[in-house]
T-cell receptor
Framework: DTEVTQTPKHLVMGMTNKKSLKCEQH?????MYWYKQKAKKPPELMFV???????INESVPSRFSPECPNSSLLNLHLHALQPEDSALYLC????????????FGEGSRLTVL | EDKVVQSPLSLVVHEGDTVTLNCSYE??????LLWYKQEKKAPTFLFML????IEKKSGRLSSILDKKELFSILNITATQTGDSAVYLC?????????FGTGTKLQVIP
């Protein structure tokens, strides 16, 4: 299994909602990432978990809250988002910590109304 | 601050042409440079380069790294319409990965 699975594929939420994005991999990778990608821009790193511990937080607003319940799962909890947070959220994993090839999920397309 | 710059930003070529995409980087504690292809959704891995001067090849694609001049190139020969995509380079430092701006390649028949 060489897949990174993200759910949901599409999410529409209001600014007062609380929702979560989920990511799962069963490749035994020990680093997992959240990226945010706006149209026609490269992915922007948000968070990195290495061995289930948060190792990088790229000054992301607190309305985004990551969680790594175990080595296969990564969540991104969303609360009180703004319309400008609408984007494609990509999850990725890598075998060798933050140096190896990234395996990306298909992404969750988020629209904040 | 870490910086990864790709050029050109966009490129339109005809099928059969050869293209060279550039990636220059300034990354603290650089360890590896990776190339990805992004079509409609998630980026897919092409190459990982860690040593200078050693070319990596996969079919019509090849890439090389120059750690002295801090850049990498990605070559695509005999381009096909299926090569149309955004090509991203990612320069990895210790505990950090930084994507470049991307090069959008369009191959027309």
């Amino acid at each position: 299994d060489t897949e990174v699975t993200q759910t949901p594929k599409h999410l529409v939420m209001g600014m007062t909602n609380k929702k979560s994005l989920k990511c799962e991999q069963h490749m035994g990778h020990r680093a997992m990432y959240w990226y945010k990608q706006k149209a026609k821009k490269p992915p922007e790193l948000m968070f990195v978990y290495s061995y289930e511990k948060l190792s990088i937080n790229e000054s992301v607003p607190s309305r985004f809250s990551p969680e790594c319940p175990n080595s296969s799962l990564l969540n991104l909890h969303l609360h009180a988002l703004q319309p400008e947070d609408s984007a494609l959220y990509l999850c990725a994993s890598s075998q060798e910590g933050v140096q190896g090839e990234l395996f990306f999920g298909e992404g969750s397309r988020l629209t904040v109304l | 601050e870490d910086k990864v710059v790709q050029s050109p930003l966009s490129l339109v070529v005809h099928e059969g042409d050869t293209v060279t995409l550039n990636c220059s980087y300034e990354v603290t504690n650089f360890r590896s440079l990776l190339w990805y292809k992004q079509e409609k959704k998630a980026p897919t891995f092409l190459f990982m380069l860690t040593s200078s001067g050693i070319e990596k090849k996969s079919g019509r694609l090849s890439s090389i790294l120059d750690k002295k001049e801090l850049f990498s190139i990605l070559n695509i020969t005999a381009t096909q319409t299926g090569d149309s995509a955004v090509y991203l380079c990612d320069a990895g430092g210790y505990q950090k990965v930084t994507f470049g701006t991307g090069t959008k390649l369009q191959v027309i028949p």
